[in-house]
């Protein structure tokens, strides 16, 4: 069982950054891809970024890349989401993600192939 605790969210005025942390309870987390989601209200839940095992290969949706960047910790169990120029369109509970079933890869922009989720922790962004 892996448990995942998000923290590092808050209220930012537009064109403000906040990190995001996500540490992980588990021994072997070099062994799970990790993933940041996130879900505004009345929207379906949308990949941010994911990072593989080693930290080596990352992942962004389309729209967050430049702004977003996804990092992680092994030693620390910690996986991070540094967010830049944040715009009010960027207000979600954002929650990580982790798959232990395969390697980085497209499949990882889908929410089903997760298997551990954490709460979320809500980022608010005012214009």
């Known amino acids: 069982q892996v448990q995942l605790v998000e923290s590092g969210g808050g209220l930012v005025q537009a064109g403000g950054s906040l990190r995001l942390s996500c540490a992980a309870s588990v021994r072997t987390f070099r062994n799970y891809v990790m993933g940041w989601f996130r879900q505004a209200p009345g929207k379906e839940r949308e990949l941010v970024a994911a990072?593989?095992?080693?930290?080596?290969?990352?992942y962004y949706a389309d729209s967050k890349k430049g702004r977003f960047t996804i990092s992680r910790d092994n030693a620390e169990n910690t996986v991070y989401l540094q967010m830049n120029s944040l715009k009010p369109d960027d207000t979600a509970v954002y929650l990580c993600?982790?798959?232990?079933?395969?390697?980085?890869?497209?499949?990882?922009?889908?929410?089903?192939?997760?298997?551990?989720w954490g709460q979320g922790t809500q980022v608010t962004v005012s214009s």
């Open positions: 990072i593989s095992r080693s930290g080596g290969s990352t």
């Open positions: 993600a982790a798959d232990n079933d395969s390697s980085l890869g497209s499949v990882h922009r889908n929410p089903n192939a997760y298997d551990y």
